[in-house]
């Protein structure tokens, strides 16, 4: 959303104005004027200060591994962006994932969704995904993602920019995880100085064949390339980048809006971009491969990347949620 500076300037009333609510709706929070609900699960927010990619899908699915991995019975709770029918691309990426083992519930009312899965089975871990500005439901740690690659100081409000709350928001989060960047963020210095600071970049498993159960492959075992790169993600850019980090030869690329879900009309566009640029594959995202259902089959062989999460101080960070979450339960450190 780099609107040019005019268009801003035209539209910063609105952002005043809508700046102006965010803050009074979560003072209104914070003083109870405002009822949260609380589920009888332990809550766990993982959410964003900007609009488009920060990394919240995998590290909920970070989160989601490990806690199962202790035994606990967890449960994902998500509004389903631009999804139907109860689930949307992000939901199916993590249920590709994660398969049986999480119990989703999907809606606007994530209170509700709680309540209707504790009624039918004991939750131990909610992970609410993209939770940070769902007030309405009482969370017990609230870990927040800022993509480094911005600088937070630099952005503007909705509508004339990316945040969807100014940057003393981070106030209210226990834990901030920045990723694409090694150093130290700016909102440290004012505005998150009591807060757990935690660094993470995405990681290269490897590639799956789009439409094949096959096994992950590495980039050796797809062919000599070059790729033509496409997505439809809040962050494009920092898939690109991430191409470049994992040395795939890349012939050209595209890009489509957040969420988008392709038709066959989209593929023959992007058959005729691939072979002008004399790529011998398409290559995408996991979430991009969720939404090539309506499509039809492509001209050419689609490899998806599969990446997981990788903290640079993990067990400084498992450490740190364990403190917090025993704080939050009124269990001395």
């Known amino acids: 959303m780099n609107f040019p500076l005019l268009l801003r300037v035209v539209l910063w009333p609105l952002s005043f104005l809508y700046g102006e609510y965010v803050r009074a709706r979560a003072w209104l929070y914070a003083k109870g004027w405002l009822k949260q ?41 998500s509004r389903g962006y631009r999804g139907s029918g109860g689930t949307s691309d992000e939901i199916e990426l993590m249920k590709h994932r994660l398969q049986n083992r999480v119990t989703f519930g999907v809606g606007k009312d994530r209170f509700a969704e709680g309540r209707r899965i504790e009624e039918k089975q004991s939750v131990d871990i909610f992970l609410l995904d993209d939770g940070f500005q769902h007030l309405p439901l009482a969370r017990d740690l609230d870990i ?103 040395h795939v030869p890349v012939a050209g690329q595209s890009i489509f809006r957040d969420h988008h879900r392709y038709k066959t009309t989209d593929l023959s566009r992007l058959g005729k971009s691939a072979q002008g ?14 939404n090539l259902v309506e499509a039809g089959v492509p001209s050419m062989p689609v490899f998806v990347a599969v990446i997981d999460f990788v903290l640079s101080a993990e067990s400084e960070f498992l450490a740190a949620l364990e403190r917090k979450l025993q704080s939050a339960h009124g269990v001395p450190a």
């Open 277 to 290: 640029a004399g790529a011998i594959a398409f290559v995408t995202t996991e979430k991009d491969a969720e």
């Open 37 to 77: 609900r609380r589920l009888r699960g332990t809550v766990i927010s993982i959410g964003n200060l900007t609009v488009g990619g920060t990394g919240k899908t995998p590290m909920v699915l970070w989160l989601a591994e490990k806690f199962l991995g202790e035994g606990k019975r967890v449960a994902i709770l």
């Open 144 to 246: 927040l993602m800022l993509d480094g690659s911005h600088k937070l100081k630099d952005q503007w409000l909705l509508p004339s920019g990316l945040l969807r709350e100014p940057i003393s928001a981070c106030r209210r989060a226990d834990i901030l995880i920045v990723t694409r960047k090694t150093e130290r963020p700016e909102v440290e210095a004012g505005d998150a100085e009591k807060v757990s600071i935690f660094y993470a970049q995405t990681r290269l498993l490897g590639f799956r064949r789009y439409g094949e159960q096959s096994h992950m492959q590495h980039l050796s075992e797809m062919g000599h390339g070059p790729f033509f790169a496409f997505c439809g993600i809040g962050n494009p850019q920092a898939f690109f980048d991430d191409l470049s980090r994992w």
